[in-house]
Every structure is written in structure tokens, then in C-alpha cells.
């Protein structure tokens, strides 16, 4: 088959290798959709030469081609959305059903090779039927909104409340469509006009701009006092933390959903005056027993979600490294969320 291979940095070449074969549990999945995340652009920007190549791409979705042996439940030509997270099943994290802690987690599309291939294999309790309405490269969006519908288990919204939602990337966005839906209020803070109007059109939400004056600019939207519930979906080098604890009301809640990858420096006197509750929000699993990938889904099949707005670009595998410079650039290609299709 052919696939993307990853030598660190944007050495990114394209191999035939021979075709995955599943092991017994195991389901092998022609990749049809496959998306570039936020964390596959940290490696492109920062990533050092490697003898040893990856192949990425964990948000995916496909059809499968193959059983392995025991595999029940699955038919070849079933369109399916597969779950990246493959917990080790045994740890105490993995048995109370939060898999994301797992201390030996693995994702495919990380250490299991992923989605920016023809074919990839999942564990078959990995996969996720995809009703018929639902296509193909949304469904690969499924594993950015699973992490919304993460941080809105970590933090709920109540109907009516100020939601401020910091970053207008695909993370941020789907928090602000989820926290829609939720009956919040919204404020998107972003430095780009157009994923700011996708908020307004998606979400109902308030667009405002990210500079030295978006603390009152959030105070002015909320009539006063800043936002009850702010999600940070910004992350990397930015230091959007203390912003966060600055638009939140008295008693507010903060999530930060965000992958940092500098320390934060966080002047914690107003947090503390204002009694903030902070919480930390990593990847998904359960929420209260059923699969947040699965929630997701069902939000997605009932129209609940709009992720065509989200998808500004789709290039085909051949064209991977083309579809990497646009991901990055987002300036100048005035990229949300970019598809690529094996
Ligand atoms: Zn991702
Ligand atoms: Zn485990």
C-alpha cells in the first residue's frame, strides 16, 4: 500500500510498504478520511531527523476490508469511524474507564501507525458504525469532537450561561458548537476574521477579537462581571492561561484544553480573589460509562454538529506534504481543519 512516512520535521515521504495485516481481534480499515491535528503539527514544526519512520494520523475514518481472526460484530463494507485510544485494558485507570490515563496508552496514529495511509488496523471495540448520513471526512472530525465533549464533561455548561471559548481551531470551535448546544452563551476569541464568522454561523457565538484588549471586550459582551465558564483551546507557545483566568467571572470555571508546550507563568492573585476553579482537561474517554467518542457521534447524526464549515481543505494522500504547509500556514492558507483522503 502506499503511505506517509515521517522522518521528524517536514521530511514527509511517500512509500509503498506492504499492506497491515490484522491480528486476531483486529480490524483491518481502508482509510478514506483522515485529519491533521494540532499535535501532527508540533512534530512537523519541531521534530528532529529520525532513522526510524511513523506514520501519523489519528483522527479517521474509513471502510473495512478484512477480519482477523475472532472478530465479531463487523462485515466487510462497513463505513466505520475509529477511536484512536488503546488503553492497556488491565491498569486501574483502563478499569474504571478512564483509558486516557492510562499509563501505557497508545494511540493509532501515534505509537500503532495511523490514518495517513491506504489501510490501517484498529482493535475491533475501537470502531464506531457510521450512520449513513454521516460522511466520511466528518467523521474523521469525530476524535476533535470527542475532546469538546470532554471538556464539557470536565466543565458543564448550564443553559443561559457566558461560555468564552479561547482559540478559533478546530478544538475551539467544537467547544463553542458543543457548548452551543448546551444552551450556553458564546464569545469566540480569535486573531483571524473568518473562523470567527464559521462561530458566529456554527454557534450563534459572539466573535472577538484576540489582542491586548479582549479582557474587556469580554467584560463589555458579558455586561460586567467576564464569562462563567472560559475554555483555553489555544495551547503551544501562547501564554493564553492567565487570559483565561482574567475573563472569568467571580466563581467562575476554567478548562484548559489546550496542549501547552512552554511553561506558564500565572499571576494567581485575581484567580484567587475571584475563587476560580481551574480544571485540567486531557483527551477523552468515558462519560458516565458511555464512550465520549460515541457522544460525539450521536450529537454529529443528528445534525447536532455542523463540521462542514470546519473542513477548508482536503488533498489526496499523494499530496500530504502540500496538505502539511497549508495545516501550518494558517495565516496564509486560512486553514481550520485539513482532510486528507487515502
Ligand atoms: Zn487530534
Ligand atoms: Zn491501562
Not at 496508552?105 to 500503532?112: P, S, V, Y
Not at 496538505?323 to 501550518?328: G, K
Request: glycine residues 12%; charged residues 20%; proline residues 7%.
Amino acid at each position: 500500500m502506499l503511505a506517509a512516512r515521517f522522518y521528524g520535521g517536514k521530511d514527509i515521504r511517500l512509500e509503498q510498504v506492504p499492506d497491515p495485516v490484522p491480528d486476531p481481534g483486529q480490524v483491518l480499515v481502508r482509510v478514506l478520511a483522515a485529519g491533521i491535528c494540532g499535535s501532527d503539527l508540533h512534530g512537523y514544526r519541531q521534530g528532529t531527523p529520525s532513522a526510524t519512520a511513523r506514520t501519523p494520523g489519528h483522527e479517521l475514518a474509513g471502510q473495512v476490508v478484512a477480519l482477523g481472526h475472532g472478530v465479531q460484530g463487523w462485515a466487510v463494507g462497513d463505513r466505520v469511524a475509529i477511536e484512536p485510544l488503546v488503553g492497556c485494558g488491565r491498569c486501574p485507570y483502563c478499569r474504571a474507564g478512564d483509558y486516557h490515563l492510562c499509563p501505557d496508552l497508545e494511540h493509532i496514529g501515534g505509537a500503532r501507525s495511523g490514518g495517513f495511509a491506504q489501510f490501517t488496523v484498529a482493535p475491533q471495540d475501537r470502531l464506531y458504525p457510521l450512520p449513513e448520513q454521516v460522511p466520511m471526512d466528518h467523521a474523521s472530525l469525530l476524535d476533535v469532537y470527542a475532546v469538546a465533549v470532554h471538556a464539557l464533561s470536565r466543565v458543564p455548561v448550564a443553559p443561559g450561561e457566558r461560555v468564552a471559548v479561547i482559540g478559533s481551531g478546530a478544538i475551539g470551535l467544537s467547544i463553542a458548537q458543543l457548548a452551543a448546544v448546551a444552551g450556553g452563551e458564546v464569545a469566540v476569541l480569535g486573531r483571524r476574521p473568518a473562523p470567527l464568522r464559521i462561530a458566529a454561523e456554527t454557534a450563534g457565538a459572539t466573535g472577538i477579537v484576540l489582542d491586548a484588549h479582549s479582557a474587556e471586550a469580554v467584560r463589555a459582551w458579558s455586561g460586567g462581571d467576564g464569562a462563567d465558564v472560559v475554555f483555553e483551546a489555544v495551547g503551544g507557545t501562547a501564554q493564553t492561561l492567565s487570559l483565561a483566568l482574567e475573563l472569568a467571572a467571580p466563581r467562575g470555571r476554567v478548562g484548559v484544553v489546550g496542549s501547552f508546550r512552554e511553561a506558564q507563568l500565572v499571576d494567581v492573585r485575581l484567580p484567587m480573589r475571584h475563587e476560580l476553579s481551574l480544571y485540567w482537561v486531557w483527551s477523552y474517554a468515558l462519560r458516565q460509562g458511555r464512550p465520549e467518542f460515541a457522544i460525539a457521534l450521536d450529537l454529529l447524526a443528528r445534525g447536532k454538529l455542523q463540521a462542514e464549515p470546519l473542513i477548508t481543505h482536503r488533498y489526496p494522500l499523494e499530496r500530504i506534504q502540500e496538505a502539511f504547509a497549508v495545516a501550518d500556514n494558517k495565516q496564509t492558507g486560512n486553514s481550520i481543519k485539513v482532510i486528507v483522503q487515502p
